[in-house]
């Protein structure tokens, strides 16, 4: 075969249409990955050193190698997505807060070097009367509304007409950095991504405002690509996934296959050794071989990437997020992680607070979806919070975890949790300030407050009026349900639904605490990164993590009250149950998966 192969390249190499490929068997070649009206001229010497350097040459602050292709050569269409929109005020319904600081012309557009600031929600009115130009003015001045999904800071450059014209740097609400070709406001040619510490996310080119072609993505908590980066194809903003290439650490061999989004992996691959490399339009390409069958390898990802409107968001696959649930072994599960982390290389990020808040306002989630998209290290973020959509914000989300616990005997436990003396003299410790808990309150037992009918213990379904009800924590489920407003209501039958949607979309592990044991197996086997060695830590720091989560003071309850408390707990029952079928079959398939 790689006798007949070789004949067979000379014989079309003449005819300059096709490369060929030896690494999986009934490898067939076809056409190169180049435009034949544009060719490349393809490089085989020293591939993976080449790579490598033109890498490191883009991750320089300053211009190494200058080129002049970086301008994009086609007009713009009408369908062009601009960096913001502008008119009168009194034309605009919807404006931006902003403020420019440079020159203006003589109908008060934006004009010279400058710089353009996106003024956030927080900032008051007086405040931003202080700075310079305002958006709300009277219905003849200048307005502006930007392109929210792009989340912009600042926008540096040359601007003409009120719009950036030529090079631009663009400073994102994550700290990260835009550096490109802009034409009439518009990115247009190539462009380059940087996160906070000026590592390399992206180098691709634009199109009319959205990535289009080939271009490299690289992850976000790894400067020096020890993990390898991803080579991908653009068609007007749109991932296409049919066609991604995971070049592993070296740059020498890499893997071709279909983009799972939601899996954050590479599947139906085929592995190959790059021989080639080459430029066009600023932008170092390898060739890519073809294969008449479907692969089979599948890689994971060091990243999750996602596109939309403009923005190409990164997220690494080593941000894990924890939004823990309370009385359901979290305290265990994070002791844990501190002990494992000192091996694995990440850190365990707890937020506390003297209270807990479960919903945040919109702009308030955008800025926390943007700083946990962009940690720059390897992490583990824990909080009380409900689930978050990325997607709704166009970004690629992290990895969740969380724990669930049979609802009724969870809460019995947090209703002796809030009395117990170890942990009203803890709370005082961290929160001085914070009154005791009134005897009365203390000397309360459960089977009491069920019986006579206590508030406290009182659950009335679709019910959200109480600070007592979110204080007890009865609504597992609203933590897996997110921000929606019907979330927030007691064992409610939309909420259990979109509880569910988002385990089985979301939540790489959903860990059950009666089958602990079986909780950590899975976690193994699903993200060893992060908790590979779990249950070997677990044996051996048994005792310390196990005494974390323990309650000695907790009342003895019949079956007959608990059984009158389930009566009104069937919802978040059934999602309990459903949590708990689900980690059965990641169980299964981990095991079957070890004995292949």
């Given amino acids: 075969w790689s006798t007949m192969c070789s004949r067979l390249v000379l014989v079309l190499l003449a005819l300059g249409v096709v490369s060929c490929a030896e690494d999986d068997v009934g490898g067939v070649c076809e056409k190169d990955s180049c435009i034949e009206a544009d060719p490349i001229e393809w490089e085989a010497d020293q591939v993976g050193k080449q790579l490598i350097s033109w890498v490191a040459q883009q991750r320089s602050r300053n211009k190494v190698v200058f080129c ?61 009367r202080n700075g310079a130009r305002l958006a709300i003015e009277s219905g003849s001045d200048i307005c502006v509304l930007d392109n929210a999904f792009m989340s912009m800071k600042t926008i540096n450059g040359y601007f003409k007409a009120g719009f950036p014209k030529g090079e631009v740097k663009i400073k994102l609400n994550n700290f990260g950095e835009i550096s490109g070709r802009c034409v009439d406001g518009v990115l247009h040619g190539k462009v380059v991504i940087k996160n906070k510490n000026e590592g390399l996310v992206f180098v691709g080119r634009y199109l009319d405002g959205v990535p289009h072609g080939w271009a490299w993505v690289f992850c976000p908590d790894d400067e020096n690509q020890s993990t390898g980066a991803v080579y991908l194809q653009f068609n007007k903003g749109e991932i296409v996934d049919k066609e991604m290439v995971f070049v592993q650490p070296g740059f020498e061999k890499a ?19 790059i021989s080639a490399y080459g430029d066009r339009d600023c932008i170092r390409h390898i060739k890519i071989p073809r294969f008449k069958k479907t692969g089979k390898k599948e890689v994971s990802l060091p990243m999750k990437i996602k596109s939309v409107q403009g923005r190409v968001s990164v997220t690494s696959t080593r941000v894990l997020l ?22 694995r290389g990440y850190k365990v990020n707890v937020d506390q607070r003297t209270v807990e808040q479960y919903n945040s306002p919109p702009w308030e989630q955008l800025q926390l979806a943007e700083t946990l998209t962009s940690f720059t290290k390897p992490t583990v973020w824990v909080r009380h919070y409900n689930f978050l959509d990325f997607d709704s914000f166009g970004l690629a989300s992290p990895k969740w975890i969380n724990l669930v616990r049979d609802p009724v005997e969870r809460v019995i436990s947090n209703f002796y949790y809030r009395r117990a003396g170890w942990n009203i003299v803890e709370k005082k410790l961290a929160f001085p300030d914070e009154p005791l808990p009134d005897p009365e309150f203390l000397r309360r037992d459960f089977e009491s407050c069920v019986l006579e009918g206590d508030p406290e213990c009182t659950y009335i379904e679709d019910n959200t009026d109480t600070e007592k009800e ?62 590979k060695g779990a249950k070997e830590m677990y044996q051996k720091k048994q005792n310390q993590v196990r005494r974390m989560a323990q309650n000695f003071h907790k009342g003895f309850v019949s079956e007959e009250v608990k059984d009158i408390v389930r009566k009104n707990f069937t919802r978040e029952i059934e999602f309990y ?7 059965r079959v990641q169980l299964k398939q981990g095991r079957k998966n070890k004995l292949n």
């Fill in 68 to 128: 002049k292709e970086e301008v994009e050569k086609k007009e713009l269409t009408e369908d062009a997505i601009p960096l913001y929109k502008m008119g009168r005020c009194g034309d605009m319904r919807h404006r931006a807060k902003h403020e420019y600081v440079g020159s203006r012309d003589e109908e008060n557009r934006f004009k010279g070097k400058g710089e353009l600031r996106f003024l956030t929600e927080d900032l008051s009115i007086e405040k931003q």
């Fill in 255 to 273: 893997v071709v296959g279909t983009y799972s989004e939601s899996k954050g992996i590479l599947e139906n691959g085929h592995k190959f050794q």
């Fill in 322 to 343: 924890f939004n823990r649930v309370a009385k359901v072994g979290s305290q265990s599960l994070i002791r844990l992680m501190v002990e494992l982390s000192n091996k």
């Fill in 470 to 531: 979110t204080g007890d924590h009865r609504r597992q489920m609203m933590q897996y349900c997110g921000q929606h407003p019907v979330c927030a209501q007691f064992n409610n039958k939309e909420a259990v639904e979109l509880a569910k949607v988002n385990v089985a979309k979301n939540y790489a592990v959903v860990g059950v605490l009666e089958m602990w044991d079986e909780t950590l197996e899975v976690l193994e086997d699903t993200l060893p990164f992060f908790f």
């Fill in 577 to 583: 149950e459903f949590c708990k079928k689900k980690l």
